[in-house]
């Protein structure tokens, strides 16, 4: 009875926490655009709420014991020599394995719903890598490609390649490399995945919010990685459909270069 | 030679006599530093020569700082860049972090503290010697060659690895270098494992022999479980790369992940490799300068234990993003290894609770790791969990985890132990306002660099890339980062002065300045030829203590 | 030896136990490379705890010196072991192996070269003991030896400074 009253009152606290405190600060990060992110954001917000206290605690022991145990002139006294302390070593054995374990429920079940699978997602998109740019490819054949050749500088956001989707539906992802491994990854997703050769990663997103993103190649692939940049502009489902059925099948659009007419 | 004082006559017992087979006069001058095989004369070559690896990687990463500094910098080309941050890694990793630790320190301190005359195998040991300063020659060497130095990243992914994309030499001196250290390690494991089982003086039993032993074993059975799947992604990659192999060539049936697998289990004890001995140095430091046992003597061997064989089963950890390896198994044993970090943590606290603390460089330096360490470690269970890695994979966070780990935890417990061991080794005390001044510069330079690669990280900025769009809101940070950087170059050159000055300058240590615990400290300073003349009773896990304090025994038996 | 082939049982069993579980658990298709890497580990862990435990049952029945709780430095008497003071033979082992891995950058004959030099080296290591002869120091060789071998300038007998 009394168990369980505690585990309610840990339980409440912790929704409380999160809820008022932690749910206004990102300290910086991006977010709030997918629906995965409620996950990501509740596994920041557990983490928090274990690591900050322990910290702080660990912390504090050791500030606690540089400057109230200093050595005082006059005060050069050879101090107790205990070794050990049986309870408090099994306690802070056991309540780190609880809370890990705790932690470890709420990111399996996060887990789950991040990586999983739509059987019908409303788009499919082939994301292509390689050595320095992408190539996104739609289900009638049309690609919009770009590469580094065609950038002006590293400040400009002008002849990227850009990733057409619509808002609040399920579009489906399959990350394809042609030479070395790559990441596709747009921080504002809060998520990357690798594309590597021979293995054909899918992922899933339903992205709410529309607009512009940025994203990036996140894994070193050569001499210009760092200009190996995207964009992913994210419609309104009846703007992506007005968009798409103007596109030609098996056109290609290069960023950079004007279309041929 | 050397007595220690205040002890009965009768408990002196001489060492038994070594007999010296090889006849002549010992080496004297350059020749010395050739042919030694006295594991101390070793143990300060690879201290030296890893100082001087760091020193290199330093300058690197300055390099890699003045590029980032603003964005559209154009300090240095994109080939150029991408060969500066993989040889600032290997370096870090290969020729300084690991060596220093287990081959620096652990050579010179393993047989003093366990009270043996010189390692098991002298002469295997001088061979280790000159393979890792060949490894680390033939790696260096790359940047001399048309193409330059390995650009490929410290984890060096195939295929960017295969020949296709990784033309020229300097990615074959990359391979050779890292598998020389390789096999350098490796022999010093079975030297040290060896020596450690069977070199003990009489009562010193495995369970009285003290934690930074103990962290120097559990690091060597790594070690030895590591570095030959290392070497064997290595032969696999060489064959791709000059046999005409397609072990990682996607394009004729070969796997990518395979290397990423193989890389990683070397990987990731590879970097338990380099914080375990670290740990060791803290724990004796901590007590030492506390006057006080180590806490938990049992607790921390067992933590030490768990750590290491935990360390063997979650390599995948660093490749949650490539889709291809089993989330949970390796969320939940990556998760695991807080807990017995946190009972070492716990562990360092109980030693200084209660005790006379004596702030000075060795300890601040430690306590610079404890609060360090902390932090990274707390960023390490963040990206222990795989949502959150989705999120921060590849990102400044990651560079600023394992700087935090490693710089802000390993290389100032390193210097700590610098500072705590060089009046054994030289028999001269270092100098403690420079000391305190360099430890004070780092600490402001290291959390000025390091800490706001954080947020870069949690804002998306990826990790290796040569410039950033000024228009992502990176800018600032990226500056109070470089700015940091050079303060914390100022902060490591200090204490290189300070090596320096206190050699021929510094006052003149005698045996035991810090009334230190262990065996070490039974001997003059430095320790003379097969170290010790006569060794004090071996009751407990610091004999010496026992020796100079009659009245406060270590208690033994629970 | 008891501690020693227990910590090496330990590893070994630990390292068994996950390559069963990684291997069994939800693992489909088997990633063939880990399960592999743990159960190698177990094999080879187990290879040494083997040994260990040999030693042990065969010769440590009555404990080692350095086994037991109340040995002192009497029961250590006698000779230690082979400890050689200096040796060039090492030092010319490096070089021929690193000579003869660079070689397989930079051609086959400097592979030859450094593998000449490396059987030489081998040689001269396995037979540097034969060709000396025993000479156990005397107490002025040892102190002279010690006092001139250390950087700066030591005092054979310094004071004991706390």
């Known amino acids: ?261 | ?558 | 030896m008891k501690v020693e082939w227990r910590t090496v049982l330990g590893a070994s069993l630990f390292l068994g136990a996950t390559a069963l579980v990684y291997g069994a658990y939800k693992n489909h298709p088997v990633e063939a490379s880990g399960v592999t890497m743990l159960a190698f580990g177990f094999f080879a862990y187990g290879l040494l705890f083997g040994y260990l435990l040999l030693v042990y049952l065969r010769r440590d029945r009555i404990p080692r010196p350095e086994d037991r709780f109340d040995a002192t430095s009497a029961d250590g008497e006698g000779e230690v072991g082979y400890f050689p003071n200096a040796s060039i033979w090492p030092a010319a082992m490096g070089l021929g192996m690193i000579i003869g891995v660079v070689g397989f950058i930079y051609g086959l004959w400097f592979t030859i070269i450094g593998g000449v030099l490396f059987f030489g080296a081998v040689f001269g290591w396995m037979t540097e003991a034969e060709a000396a002869t025993e000479v156990p120091l005397t107490e002025d060789e040892e102190d002279t030896a010690t006092a001139a071998g250390h950087p700066g300038h030591i005092d054979a007998h310094p004071e004991h400074i706390d």
């Not at chain 1, 540089?66 to 309870?87: A, C, E, K, L, N």
């Not at chain 2, 410290?154 to 295969?162: I, K, M, R, S, V």
Request: hydrophobic share 45%; net charge neutral.
């Open chain 2, 1 to 558: 030679m050397t007595l220690i004082q205040d002890r009965p006559e009768e408990h002196l017992v001489h060492e038994p006599v070594l007999m010296e087979i090889v006849p002549g006069p010992r080496p004297r001058g350059l020749v010395k530093y050739i042919t030694s095989t006295d594991h101390k004369q070793i143990g300060l070559n690879y201290l030296v020569t890893s100082f001087i690896g760091f020193l290199f990687a330093g300058l690197l990463a300055e390099g890699i700082r003045t590029q980032l500094i603003v964005p559209n910098n154009h300090f240095v080309t994109e080939s150029v860049y991408n060969q500066l941050f993989t040889m600032h890694g290997t370096i870090m990793l290969f020729v300084f972090l690991g060596p220093f630790a287990f081959a620096g320190l652990g050579n010179y301190l393993i047989p003093l503290m366990i009270g043996a005359p010189d390692m098991a195998f002298p002469r295997f040991n001088n061979l280790s010697y000159w393979l890792y300063l060949g490894g680390f020659l033939v790696m260096s060497c790359g940047f001399l060659t048309n193409n330059g130095a390995a650009n490929f990243g410290w984890f060096g992914y195939a295929p960017l690895t295969e020949a296709i994309h990784s033309p020229g030499p300097g990615a074959d001196m990359w391979i050779i270098g890292v598998a020389l250290t390789g096999f350098s390690g490796i022999f010093t494991a079975v030297n040290i494992i060896t020596t450690i089982f069977t070199l003990r003086a009489p009562g010193m039993v495995m369970f009285r022999m003290p934690v930074f032993v103990w962290n120097q074993l559990v690091t060597m059975f790594l070690l030895l479980l590591a570095f030959p799947v290392l070497t064997a992604a290595f032969a696999l990659l060489w064959i791709d790369r000059h046999l005409d192999g397609h072990f990682y060539d996607p394009t004729h049936g070969g796997q990518p992940i395979l290397w990423q697998n193989l890389f990683w289990f070397f990987g990731h004890p590879e970097v338990y490799i380099l914080a375990l001995p670290y740990f060791g140095i803290v724990t004796e430091v901590l007590a030492t300068m506390s006057k006080k046992p180590v806490f938990g003597y049992k607790g921390m061997i067992g933590a030490t234990l768990s750590i290491g064989a935990l360390s063997m089963g979650v390599w995948a950890h660093h490749m949650y993003t490539t889709g291809a390896v089993l989330l949970p198994f390796f969320a939940a044993l990556s998760l695991l290894i807080a807990v017995p970090t946190g009972i070492k943590f716990f562990n360092w606290i109980g030693t200084m609770w209660r005790g006379t603390i004596t702030l000075n460089t060795a300890f601040l330096f430690c306590c610079g790791f404890l609060v360090m360490f902390l932090f990274g470690g707390i960023t390490g269970i963040i990206l222990a969990q795989p949502v959150l890695d989705f999120q921060l994979h590849n990102t400044y966070f990651i560079v600023a985890h394992f700087h935090y780990v490693m710089f802000g935890g390993s290389a100032f417990a390193g210097l700590g132990g610098i500072y705590y061991w060089y009046p054994k080794m030289t028999g001269r005390m270092m100098d403690e306002r420079l000391g305190k001044l360099s430890f004070l510069v780092l600490l402001i330079g290291f959390n000025l660099c390091f800490f706001p690669q954080h947020d870069l990280g949690l804002r998306g900025m990826p990790r290796r890339i040569e410039t950033y769009n000024a228009g992502m809101g990176w800018n600032f940070l990226n500056m109070i980062s470089s700015i940091g950087a050079y303060i914390a170059g100022i902060g490591v050159l200090l204490t290189v002065i300070n090596l320096f000055y206190s050699y021929r300058r510094g006052q003149i240590a005698g045996d035991n300045p810090w009334d230190g615990q262990t065996l070490e400290w039974a001997c003059s300073s430095p320790p003379p030829d097969h170290n010790f003349e006569a060794l004090p009773p071996i009751r407990s896990e610091r004999p010496v203590w026992d020796a100079n304090h009659p009245d406060q025994l270590t208690k033994v038996g629970h």
């Open chain 1, 1 to 261: 009875m009394v168990r369980l009253r505690w585990q309610c009152l840990l339980c409440g606290s912790v929704r409380a926490v999160e809820t008022h405190l932690l749910g206004k600060t990102n300290f910086g990060s991006p977010g709030g655009v997918t629906t995965q992110d409620h996950y990501v954001r509740q596994l920041w917000h557990i983490t928090y709420v274990f690591a900050v206290p322990i910290g702080l605690i660990v912390l504090g022991g050791i500030v606690w014991c540089m400057i109230r145990y200093r050595v005082r002139p006059g005060h050069d006294r050879t101090p107790s020599q205990f070794q050990y302390h049986i309870p408090i070593e099994a306690t802070y054995t056991i309540v780190p394995l609880v809370i890990v374990a705790i932690v470890f429920g709420y990111m399996y079940n996060a887990e789950n719903h991040v990586d999983a699978i739509a059987k019908n997602p409303a788009v499919a998109i082939t994301v292509e890598g390689f050595q320095w740019g992408w190539r996104f490819t739609y289900p009638n054949g049309h690609e919009e490609v770009g590469t580094v050749a065609n950038e002006l500088d590293i400040n400009s956001n002008d002849n990227l390649p850009v990733l057409f989707m619509p808002a609040g539906e399920t579009v489906q992802l399959h990350l394809v490399s042609d030479d070395v491994i790559h990441t596709f990854y747009v921080p504002e997703f809060l998520f990357q995945r690798d594309l590597i050769p021979g293995i054909n990663n899918v992922v899933d997103f339903n992205v709410i919010k529309p607009g512009l993103y940025s994203g990036q190649c996140n894994n070193i692939c050569g001499v210009y990685h760092a200009y190996m940049r995207f964009l992913v502009q994210v419609m309104p489902v009846a703007e992506y459909n007005a968009w798409y059925a103007q596109q030609p099948a098996g056109s290609i659009t290069t960023a950079g270069v004007p279309a041929q007419s």
